[in-house]
Antibody
């Protein structure tokens, strides 16, 4: 079964750090670009960051640029998001998503998400 | 990276057709044929309905179609069904090698 499973969310104080992970299974991971997308409960989707199949090309939303770092380990079929200098507005459900064609927004597989709460 | 503009809500009766617009700029929607549409039911993960402006993934009904004119992309749903009631999001590639979503459109099937 094609599947993405996120982990690593939790409660962190402003200024703190968290590292999210996304475990992929059921498909050839290094054939696809990947992204992180977040959603505040009851609100819309926000693209956070994306990475191409081999990790050479990455992109970030302005709201996280310089604070978050996306990476992948194709040998472990895993995607990561290192989140530093966390702010209250980073509180959201974070999904990883498979992009059919590099970093283009064609997310055909989504994980169920991991919740991040930034609060003092 | 400003969010793409979508109407907050649209509605239609079963069997009718509706169109949801997604307006950006020449730096995103108008500059690339990389616009996708995602459907999200409450408390569910989103689902890809259209990619690269007008292509449907395998398994998506041909009642869903996408198009683009200038800086505005559109998603048309024909033969509305009750299960189409959901929130729809467009997303586009941008000149800064990033992606940007629209604010979402809640579709109500009357």
């Amino acid at each position: 079964e094609v599947q993405l499973v996120e982990s690593g969310g939790g409660v962190e104080r402003p200024g703190g750090s968290l590292r999210l992970s996304c475990a992929a299974s059921g498909f050839t991971f290094d054939d696809f670009g990947m992204s992180w997308v977040r959603q505040v409960p009851g609100k819309g989707l926000e693209w956070v960051s994306g990475i191409n199949w081999n990790g050479v090309s990455t992109g970030y939303a302005d709201s996280v640029k310089g604070r978050f770092t996306i990476s992948r380990d194709n040998a472990k079929n895993s995607l990561y998001l290192q989140m530093n200098s966390l702010r209250g507005e980073d509180t959201a459900l974070y999904h990883c998503a498979r992009d059919t064609l590099g970093i283009r927004g064609a997310f055909d597989i989504w994980g169920q998400g991991t919740m991040v709460t930034v609060s003092s | 990276q400003s969010a793409l503009t979508q109407p907050a809500s649209v509605s239609g009766s079963p069997g009718q057709s509706i169109t949801i617009s997604c307006t950006g700029t020449s730096s995103d929607v108008g500059g690339y044929d990389f616009v996708s549409w995602h459907q999200q039911h409450p408390d569910k993960a989103p689902r890809l309905m259209v990619y690269d402006v007008s292509y449907r993934p395998s398994g998506v009904s041909n009642r869903f179609s996408g198009s683009k004119s200038g800086n505005t992309a559109s998603l048309t749903i024909s033969g509305l069904q009750a299960e189409d009631e959901a929130t729809y999001y467009c997303i586009s590639y941008t000149r800064s090698a990033a992606l940007v979503f629209g604010g979402g459109t809640k579709l109500t099937v009357l």
